[in-house]
C-alpha cells in the first residue's frame, strides 16, 4: 500500500512541481499520512486513504480529470462495451424516489413483477430516498447472476413490496428510437457513444432506408459523448475519403494525431440534419463540428456545451482509474471545442446565460431554436411527476374515469390521443388532491401544455418510449425546423459530392 501510494506521489509530483520542491512536499505527504494510519481515532482504511489522495489531485487539474472508483470505473466500461448486468429497467427521480418509467422485455424486472411507476425505495437495506438516478445505478447494478433485494412502493397498496431479483446481463443500447416519421423522414435518437454506437445506427440507417427514408433527422440533444473512436466512425459513415474528421492537440499546441475519414460508400449521399443542444457535448460535438465544417449537414438546435478535452484512461491499482486531460479537440477548420473554464457554476450553468452564444468554444448550430418553455402551472405539475404518475393510475385502470376512456385511447393509438374535458378534469381532480393549487388564469396559460404531458405519458405508459417520442416530435419546435430544413439538407449535399 505505501509503496503504491509513494508511486503516485512521485509521478504526480514530477509532473506538478518544480524538482527542487518535490522531495519537501512528499516528505511532508508521507508524514500526514504516517501521522493519520498512526494516530487517527478512526479506523483507517487504507484503500480509500490511497483513494482519497489521488482524488485530491486530479480535482484541481482541469473541470474532467477525475479518479474513478472501482465501481466508477466499472460502471465506465460497461456503458462503453455495449452491456452491463442489472435489473433491465430505466428510472428517474420523482419527488426524491427513484421511479420505474421502463421495465425492458424479457428482463430480470420483467420477470421479477416489477411495474411502471413503481418507487423503489429500498435496494439490499440501504435507504435509495434523495438518490439521483446515476447514484441509484451503482447500487442497482452488480456482477453477473448476482441478487439485490429491493423495497418498492406502488400506487394503490397500503403496504411496501419486496422483491429479490437476481442480476443479468443487460444489452444498453444508444440509439432509443429509431423510425419513419411521416412519409420518407427518418427519426433516429443516439444517447451516447459507446463502443457498439457506430454499428447500431448504421443498422438502424439500413432498416429505415429499406423503409424508404430520403433525408435523416439525426438527434443528439442531450447526449454528453463518449469514446472518440464511436464518433469518428459516425463522422466516416456521411463523409467522403479523406476528410478530416477531428484533430487533437496537447500541452502547447503540439500536435498529436488527425483523424480523416476512412471508408467510401456508405451515407455519404444521404440528405441529414443534425439536432444539438446545451447538452451535446464531447463525441456529439465532434460530429457536429465536422458535417458543419464540411458543410455537409445542417446543424440545428442550440449551442453545444464545449467539452472538447481528451481523456486518457490510466488503470490503477484496486481495479480503479484516472481519467486525465491530454489533449483538446479541434474541428476540421482548426476551432477549439473546449470552452474556457474559470469556475464550476459559470462552467455548468453557464450555457443559460444569455450571453452564451458569444462565449468561446462549442458549436454553434446553423439555424438556432430557442425551445419552448412549459407554463408556470404545468412545470409545476411535472415538477411533482403528477403526470406521470396520473397517467399510470390511469393505464392501470385505476382512475374513476379508466374502464370509460382507456378503451377509446387504445383504439385511437400514440400519435391520435385525444384529452377530453372528462380526462382533463378527472386530472385536475387528482392534481388538487395532490397539493397542486391555481387560479382559473393559470389553468387557461397552461391548458395546452397540460393535454399535451397527459399525451406524452399515456403513450410512455401504454406503448413505450418510442411511442412517445412521436408525440413529442409533433410539438418539437427543433424536430419541426429540421423537417423544414430538408431543401436546405439536399442542396448541401449535392454540392458536398461534386466539391
Known amino acids: 500500500m505505501r509503496k503504491s501510494l509513494i508511486l503516485l506521489l512521485l509521478i504526480s509530483g514530477a509532473l506538478l512541481l518544480g524538482q527542487e520542491v518535490i522531495k519537501a512536499q512528499l516528505t511532508r505527504l508521507l508524514k500526514a499520512y504516517a501521522y493519520i494510519k498512526t494516530f487517527s481515532y478512526e479506523k483507517v482504511d487504507k484503500k480509500e486513504l ?82 439521483t438516478p446515476s447514484e441509484a445505478v451503482k447500487v442497482l447494478r452488480g456482477p453477473k447472476g448476482s441478487t439485490v433485494k429491493i423495497v418498492i412502493e406502488r400506487e394503490g397498496y397500503k403496504k411496501p413490496i419486496e422483491l429479490t431479483i437476481k442480476r443479468a446481463e443487460i444489452p444498453l443500447n444508444t440509439v432509443r428510437a429509431s423510425f419513419i416519421y411521416r412519409g420518407d423522414v427518418g427519426y433516429i435518437t443516439l444517447t451516447s457513444f459507446g463502443l457498439k454506437s457506430p454499428e447500431e445506427l448504421r443498422k438502424a440507417m439500413e432498416k429505415l432506408k429499406k423503409k424508404g427514408m430520403k433525408y435523416l433527422i439525426l438527434d443528439i440533444r442531450g447526449n454528453g459523448g463518449g469514446a472518440l473512436r464511436s464518433a469518428v466512425e459516425i463522422s466516416d459513415l456521411f463523409l467522403r475519403v479523406p476528410d478530416v474528421i477531428v484533430s487533437i492537440k496537447g500541452r502547447g499546441g503540439a500536435h498529436f494525431r488527425t483523424f480523416r475519414a476512412e471508408k467510401d460508400g456508405q451515407f455519404e449521399d444521404l440528405p441529414l440534419a443534425i439536432l444539438v443542444n446545451h447538452y451535446s457535448a464531447s463525441a456529439s460535438e465532434i460530429v457536429a463540428g465536422a458535417l458543419q465544417d464540411h458543410h455537409r449537414a445542417p446543424i440545428v438546435g442550440q449551442k453545444t456545451f464545449g467539452k472538447g478535452l481528451v481523456q486518457t484512461l490510466i488503470r490503477l491499482p484496486y481495479d480503479s482509474a484516472i481519467a486525465l486531460t491530454t489533449a483538446k479537440y479541434y474541428t476540421p477548420s482548426g476551432r477549439c471545442i473546449q470552452k474556457p473554464f474559470t469556475n464550476w457554476i459559470l462552467y455548468i450553468w453557464g450555457v443559460n446565460s444569455p450571453d452564451y452564444d458569444k462565449m468561446p468554444g462549442g458549436i454553434m448550430p446553423d439555424i438556432k431554436v430557442k425551445p419552448e418553455l412549459l407554463k408556470e402551472l404545468a412545470a409545476r405539475m ?24 382507456l378503451p377509446v385511447i387504445k383504439s385511437m393509438g400514440p400519435e391520435n390521443i385525444k384529452i377530453s374535458n ?65 431543401g436546405v439538407a439536399e442542396r448541401m449535399v449535392e454540392k458536398y459530392l461534386v466539391k
Do not use: C
Request: glycine share 12%.
Open 422 to 486: 372528462e380526462i382533463l378534469k378527472d386530472f385536475l381532480s387528482y392534481a388538487r388532491k395532490q397539493g397542486v393549487n391555481y387560479d382559473k388564469k393559470e389553468l387557461d396559460q397552461a391548458r395546452k401544455d397540460i393535454i399535451f404531458e397527459l399525451k406524452y405519458e399515456i403513450a410512455t405508459v401504454l406503448w413505450g418510449p418510442e411511442a412517445a417520442t412521436k408525440v413529442l416530435l409533433g410539438v418539437d419546435r427543433v424536430f419541426q425546423k429540421a423537417l423544414q430544413a430538408r
Open 382 to 405: 411535472r415538477g411533482k411527476g403528477l403526470f406521470f404518475r396520473w397517467a399510470n393510475l390511469f393505464s392501470r385502470g385505476k382512475r374513476p374515469i379508466s374502464s370509460r376512456f
Open 50 to 131: 490511497l483513494f482519497g489522495a489521488v482524488e485530491g489531485m486530479t480535482a484541481g487539474l482541469d473541470p474532467h480529470s477525475r479518479f474513478l472508483d472501482p465501481l466508477t470505473f466499472r460502471t465506465l466500461q460497461e456503458d462503453q462495451g455495449g452491456k452491463f448486468y442489472g435489473l433491465g429497467i430505466s428510472i428517474t427521480s420523482i419527488n426524491g424516489k427513484i421511479t420505474v418509467v421502463q421495465v425492458l422485455r424479457g428482463t430480470p424486472a420483467e420477470k421479477a413483477g416489477l411495474m411502471v411507476g413503481d418507487a423503489i425505495i429500498k435496494a439490499d437495506g440501504k435507504s435509495l430516498i434523495g438518490y
